[in-house]
């Protein structure tokens, strides 16, 4: 298992901008797919974007992109969530997860084997 913990949320107006970050620690953050997921009040929890540990390749759900833009740094062990023109409906706490090393990982939050605790983004109108 890696741990994960999440920092950076806060409430922000419409059209405004933050940056997510996910510290890992207790495994090989090279190795490791990072993922961001966010979860509203009373839906599901929703895959956000993910950067693979193979290649660079990141990958984004239609409503966050040309918005959100996924990051890491592997020598801090930390990957990122920029986040621009914020919308009220990307209110959620959101989530950094890792699915079992060396893993592609996927869309879907069950493939995922190690969660953070979550930070709230609150975007007003």
């Known amino acids: 298992q890696v741990r994960l913990v999440e920092s950076g949320g806060g409430l922000v107006q419409a059209g405004g901008s933050l940056r997510l970050s996910c510290a890992a620690s207790?495994?090989?953050?090279?190795?490791?797919?990072m993922g961001w997921f966010r979860q509203a009040p009373g839906k599901e929890r929703e895959f956000v974007a993910v950067s693979m540990w193979s290649g660079g390749s990141t990958f984004y759900a239609d409503s966050v992109k040309g918005r959100f833009t996924i990051s890491r740094d592997n020598a801090k062990n930390t990957v990122y969530l920029q986040m621009n023109s914020l919308k009220p409906e990307d209110t959620a706490v959101y989530y950094c997860?890792?699915?079992?090393?060396?893993?592609?990982?996927?869309?879907?939050?069950?493939?995922?084997?190690?969660w953070g605790q979550g930070t709230q983004v609150t975007v007003s109108s």
């Open positions: 997860a890792a699915p079992p090393p060396y893993s592609r990982g996927t869309y879907l939050p069950r493939d995922y084997s190690s």
């Open positions: 207790g495994r090989t953050f090279s190795s490791t797919t």
